[in-house]
């Protein structure tokens, strides 16, 4: 890959693998498992998995005409309808239920492993985009690993 200009797609991955990594510095005997659970329930999950993180990304989106801040690039139409398949995925994948995580056999339950996978994933994603794009400094958690 000869660009590093980081695709749309992968903010919100990014936001999420950043978040893991500072739950990680605060508790550094947490593993990756461990770490993402704990990032459930936080204040930036609750904002992605309501959807009110892409909602306030399109806003400013929209008030600059699609106009991308860093490249000064037109967003092309497609991109933006891609955010909003991310978006309506990110909502059914991390959907909020309260006091759900843990039932008494203290094993996840189905939405709660969902999420965890889902979460799994976007970091992971993350890491790949990474290594393709030999940027291998930000790789903290080692999940391609």
């Known amino acids: 890959m000869s660009s590093k ?4 797609v992968l903010f919100v991955a990014e936001l ?11 508790n550094p005997s947490l593993n990756n498992v461990d770490a993402i659970e704990a990032f459930i329930g936080s204040a930036t ?3 992605i998995s309501s959807g009110k ?15 991308d801040p860093k490249t000064k690039k037109k967003i092309p ?9 991310q978006k309506d995925m990110v909502i059914k994948q991390l959907i909020q239920f309260p006091d759900l995580y843990f039932a008494k056999s ?9 999420a965890f996978d889902h979460l799994w994933r976007m970091c992971e994603s993350y890491e790949l985009w990474c290594n393709e794009t030999r940027q291998s ?5 080692n999940i391609i690993d």
């Open 137 to 141: 400094e930000l790789i903290i958690l």
């Open 77 to 85: 139409k497609e991109t933006i309808r891609l955010l909003q398949v």
């Open 45 to 47: 999950y609750n904002k």
């Open 106 to 114: 203290h094993y996840p339950l189905e939405l709660s492993q969902r």
């Open 53 to 67: 993180f892409h909602d306030e990304w399109f806003k400013k989106l929209e008030k600059n005409k699609f106009i």
């Open 5 to 8: 200009e980081k695709p749309y």
């Open 16 to 26: 999420i693998y950043f978040e893991i990594c500072e739950i990680k510095k605060k």
